[in-house]
């Protein structure tokens, strides 16, 4: 199994909708989650970190669920230029930070 | 902002080859480290180092050397370039306070011919 899987898509949405993706992790004992964004044939930036409470910036919701050990990102109101690819990102030992393959969302016109 | 910067976009290299990749940050980060992605694999983690002269394996090590002589500088060297070491290769900084955020290099297009 994976250490953190993630569902590879492309998820094709369009302009407007709400899109859920999911991420799951197999180190319990993993305290640091993240969304990172990857463009095309760009480096990965941080999207937002992902805090036991949930947290929400702007169109961008995280959750997590520490009893099924997975997080979530829910996108309100996609744009075009939110098509890119999302990484899961979790913390194992030593602090390395070990990433998913990541989902790739396509929003349309 | 945080500047990190790789010597090359793209590289075609030779099976046997030596190959150097260069990474300079100019944010005085403690941390850095050389990833590769692969489609379908993400990205893993080759090496990193946590200060000068200092070096620590990844999970995919092997086929592969770093250097860190200089606290911005982190070198990656591939002793003899295979096949299967072509591959996107990001070099990244975290500033040392713990699990933080990443910063990461436009990355090299590695191609072994």
């Known amino acids: 199994r994976k250490e953190v899987e993630q569902d590879p898509g492309p998820f094709n949405v369009p302009e407007g909708a709400t899109v859920a993706f999911n991420c799951t992790y197999s180190?319990?004992?993993?305290?640091?989650f993240f969304w990172y964004r990857q463009d095309c044939r760009k480096e990965p930036k941080l999207l937002m970190s992902?805090?036991?409470s949930g947290n929400e910036d702007g169109r961008f919701t995280a959750q997590l669920n520490r009893a099924s050990q997975y997080i979530s990102l829910l996108i309100r109101d996609s744009k075009l230029s939110d098509s890119a690819t999302y990484l899961c990102?979790?913390?194992?030992?030593?602090?390395?930070?070990?990433f998913g393959s990541g989902t790739r969302l396509l929003v349309r016109p | 902002d945080v500047k990190v910067t790789q010597s090359s976009r793209y590289l075609v290299k030779r099976t046997g080859e030596k190959v150097f990749l260069e990474c300079v940050q100019d944010m005085d980060h403690e941390n850095m480290f050389w990833y590769r992605q692969d489609p379908g694999l993400g990205l893993r983690l080759i090496y990193f180092?946590?200060?000068?002269?200092?070096?620590e394996k990844g999970d995919i090590p092997e086929g592969y050397s770093v250097s860190r002589e200089k606290k911005e500088r982190f070198s990656l060297i591939l002793e003899s370039a295979s096949t299967n070491q072509t591959s996107m290769y990001l070099c990244a900084t975290e500033k040392g306070q713990g699990v933080e955020k990443l910063f990461f290099g436009s990355g090299t297009q590695l191609s072994v011919l």
């Open positions: 992902v805090y036991s």
């Open positions: 180092s946590y200060d000068v002269k200092m070096k």
């Open positions: 990102v979790v913390n194992g030992p030593a602090y390395k930070l070990i």
């Open positions: 180190n319990s004992a993993s305290q640091s």
